[in-house]
């Protein structure tokens, strides 16, 4: 069974960077498009960027100018680097591809890596 599993979140002070992994595993097809959410204790869950075939990307206006979303067909992994990071970027970011399921379906999604921005 396909599994998302995302890495590369922790505490980093405002102004620092992180980068967030999420990989495939268990896949034996090339997943093209991915997107990164967000979701902050007591908030909606937000879009914040994702890519698609073949290569387009789209950044939540919060984060546009400072996060990058890249993907490695090879390794099926996708990517967030985030620059100058602001405490409201304070969440848990999941990844989900359409590719390996519906919105509500669990297993597109991955099980979340926690960011915390804070001095």
């Known amino acids: 069974q396909v599994q998302l599993v995302e890495s590369g979140g922790g505490w980093v002070q405002p102004g620092g960077s992180l980068r967030l992994s999420c990989a495939a595993s268990?896949?034996?097809?090339?997943?093209?498009?991915y997107a990164w959410y967000r979701q902050a204790p007591g908030k909606e869950r937000e879009l914040v960027a994702s890519i698609t075939t073949p290569g387009s990307t789209y950044y939540a206006g919060s984060v546009k100018g400072r996060v990058t979303i890249s993907r490695d067909n090879a390794k099926n992994a996708v990517y967030l680097q985030m620059n100058s990071l602001k405490s409201e970027d304070t969440a848990v970011y999941h990844c989900w591809s359409p590719d390996l399921g519906d919105f509500d379906d669990p297993h597109s999604w991955g099980q979340g890596t926690q960011v915390t921005v804070s001095s």
């Open positions: 268990g896949s034996s097809i090339t997943i093209n498009n």
